[in-house]
Nanobody, 119 residues
Framework: QVQLVESGGGLVQPGGSLRLSCAAS????????MGWYRQAPGKQRELVAH???????TYADFVKGRFSISRDNAKNTVYLQMNNLKPEDTAVYYC?????????????WGQGTQVTVSS
């Protein structure tokens, strides 16, 4: 059994910052790409950023220069530092990881953490 547990969401004013964390646990052999997606009400889930095990990074255009993704392979954890947040960043943020578990290989999702940017 593999679990992804996110933390760090909340309410922040425009221009503020938040740091999301996502820790993977369970019967993990190795973790490949880890990333963050978000879904706003009435919209499709979209990629925010992802990072490979070798730390190759991809960002969505709408977060370039404001968000930063990183990972700690020893802790099976991925982070998303979000700066200069805007109201349009309001969404549920989901962690995603491609994990080689003992009996399966596949994508796993966290339960989501709410980020609300409002004055």
């Amino acid at each position: 059994q593999v679990q992804l547990v996110e933390s760090g969401g909340g309410l922040v004013q425009p221009g503020g910052s938040l740091r999301l964390s996502c820790a993977a646990s369970g019967s993990i052999v190795s973790i490949y790409t880890m990333g963050w997606y978000r879904q706003a009400p009435g919209k499709q889930r979209e990629l925010v950023a992802h990072i490979t095990r070798g730390r190759t990074i991809t960002y969505a255009d709408f977060v370039k220069g404001r968000f930063s993704i990183s990972r700690d392979n020893a802790k099976n954890t991925v982070y998303l530092q979000m700066n200069n947040l805007k109201p349009e960043d309001t969404a549920v943020y989901y962690c995603n990881a491609a994990i080689n578990a003992i009996t399966t290989v596949g994508p796993y999702w966290g339960q989501g953490t709410q980020v609300t940017v409002s004055s």
